[in-house]
């Protein structure tokens, strides 16, 4: 069994500051357009801290399957509930998933691109 490689010290430093920093850009483009927080610190500490363990790549299939998963739940629940939904929740459990089967799902995925 497979299991994923941890990444080196300058890597996981790299990958945790480009991962803050790309949320941190959606963060203000999301408050310049609508002049309100859309998305809370913790949440960008939350991915820079996946990124260092993870590296950049699962941390990318760790924001997809994060995002995806709450704008499920959003659809779903919260747009009744009108209380604010936190990313940070979908973000742990898609981390989870990832570290379990991330390689095995963009192995899958990654055949249909030859």
């Known amino acids: 069994r497979d299991l994923p490689s941890f990444p ?68 779903v629940w919260a747009r009744r509930a009108k209380a604010p939904l936190p990313l940070g929740s979908f973000l742990c459990g898609a981390a989870l998933f990832v570290m379990f089967r991330g390689e095995a799902v963009l192995r899958w995925y990654l055949h249909f691109f030859p």
């Open 8 to 75: 080196t010290r300058r890597s996981s430093d790299l990958s945790g500051t480009l991962a803050a920093l790309f949320l941190l850009l959606i963060r203000w483009i999301y408050y310049w357009l609508r002049h309100q927080e859309g998305l809370g610190l913790g949440d960008v500490k939350l991915l820079a801290m996946i990124a260092v363990w993870m590296g950049l790549r699962l941390t990318g299939e760790v924001l997809f399957f994060g995002v995806l998963a709450g704008a499920i739940y959003g659809m």
